[in-house]
Every structure is written in structure tokens, then in C-alpha cells.
């Protein structure tokens, strides 16, 4: 005869198991036909996530020097922001 004790363990053990971790894209080239990308470069000590105020896309700036290609429509947003600078050519 079995005992359900065992059954419990293992649940547990599956439910106390640590979570898998989830990758974080990188820069991606916007979406969309006919939507031109604008390069921005970070210049700030830590990293930094910002919200595009057009598309609504999160843009990760992983550290200081990363380079992220943003849709056109949201370089006024990031354009805004003081550790940020907008490439050019």
C-alpha cells in the first residue's frame, strides 16, 4: 500500500522550484513596414528603461555606451531625456 505523503513532496518540490528565468530582448529594429529607426546611445551609470510615448515599446538601455535603435515615432520621447543622445549619420 502507497502513501499519498510522497505525492505531496514532490508537488511541493515543483511548486518551491526557483522560477525559470526569462530572457530580455535586445534592440530590435522597429515594427512595421516603412517605420525608420533613429539610433540613440545611453550615457548614463546604470541601466535604464524608457517607455516610447507614440508605439508605447520599452527600450532597455543595459549600460552606459548601449546603443538601441528606436521607431522614429518615439524619438521625441527619448530625445527628451538628459542621459540620452540621439545619433546621427
Given at each position: ?42 550615457d ?10 507614440v ?35
Amino acid at each position: 500500500m502507497s502513501c499519498c505523503g510522497s505525492k505531496r513532496r514532490a508537488a511541493g518540490a515543483v511548486a518551491n522550484a526557483a522560477p525559470s528565468a526569462v530572457p530580455v530582448a535586445g534592440p530590435r529594429a522597429p515594427a512595421g513596414p516603412g517605420v525608420l529607426a533613429v539610433a540613440f546611445v545611453y550615457d548614463g551609470l546604470a541601466a535604464l528603461s524608457v517607455v516610447g510615448g507614440v508605439s508605447g515599446r520599452r527600450y532597455l538601455f543595459a549600460a552606459r555606451g548601449a546603443r538601441v535603435a528606436v521607431d522614429e515615432r518615439d524619438a521625441a520621447t527619448l530625445d527628451a531625456h538628459p542621459l540620452l543622445r540621439r545619433l546621427y549619420g
